[in-house]
């Protein structure tokens, strides 16, 4: 069965520093897609960033960026020049198949500190 | 703005007492999808529609059943809620299941 790991219930970062959150995945699958949703208190989820399995380029969205390691089933969601309105709960998702589930990690909770 | 929507926010039941929670969507997606995130926890899906067709998880109690009575709306029903059903219930689209899934603000309910 897929899993999905993220080790680091808390975090927290310094405004305007960079922070790294990780994640790790298992699957026996070879095309999938993996996600970064971003849940602040009391607020929808919303799309942070994608990775299409099949992809070796890392994906990148303006401050957010993510180092994919398919092999170590590795991938990591970078945050660039951190912003107050960063601290939000962080779900790492792996979707390992056309209109199934996603299946979300335990999530970390990044507190931005001015 | 196309959006999902979630009715109510919030939602206060009795123990057992039978609760429905609604999710409408300006999208036009075919497929919606229901969660269940208890506190501190990860959404589990629970059901998703793909247009009519029902999917349900393998281990969702039997006391949640949905409806889709047409593309825009996306029924959640409790038949009997127990204290273990206090959560946020999350609804979701998407299209043809593809790779981005849009979540709506969510349905808190607590069961007294």
């Known amino acids: 069965a897929q899993t999905v790991t993220q080790s680091q219930p808390e975090m927290s970062v310094q405004e305007a520093e960079t922070v790294t959150l990780s994640c790790t995945y298992d699957?026996?699958?070879?095309?999938?897609?993996l996600f970064w949703y971003k849940q602040p208190p009391s607020r929808q989820m919303i799309l942070v960033i994608r990775q299409e399995a099949y992809k070796q380029q890392n994906a990148t969205e303006n401050r957010f960026s993510v180092n994919f390691q398919k092999a170590a089933k590795s991938f990591s969601l970078k945050i660039s020049d951190s912003q107050l309105g960063d601290a939000a709960m962080y779900f790492c998702?792996?979707?390992?198949?056309?209109?199934?589930?996603?299946?979300f990690g335990q999530g970390t909770e990044l507190s931005v500190k001015p | 703005d196309a959006m999902v929507i979630q009715n109510p926010r919030y939602q206060v039941t009795q123990f057992g007492k039978p609760v429905t929670l609604s999710c409408s969507q300006t999208l036009n997606h075919n497929v919606m999808y229901w969660y269940q995130q208890k506190s501190s926890q990860a959404p589990k899906l629970l059901f998703h529609?793909?247009?009519?067709?029902?999917?349900n998880e393998a281990d969702t109690p039997d006391n949640f059943q949905s409806r889709r009575p047409n593309t825009s709306f996306c029924f959640l029903d409790i038949r009997s809620p127990g204290l273990g059903d206090a959560a946020m219930y999350l609804c979701?689209?998407?299209?043809?299941?593809?790779?981005?899934?849009?979540f709506g603000p969510g349905t808190r309910l607590t069961v007294l």
């Open positions: 699957t026996s699958e070879s095309d999938y897609y």
């Open positions: 979701a689209t998407s299209r043809d299941g593809g790779y981005e899934q849009f």
């Open positions: 529609y793909y247009d009519k067709d029902f999917n």
């Open positions: 998702a792996y979707l390992y198949n056309q209109g199934g589930k996603l299946i």
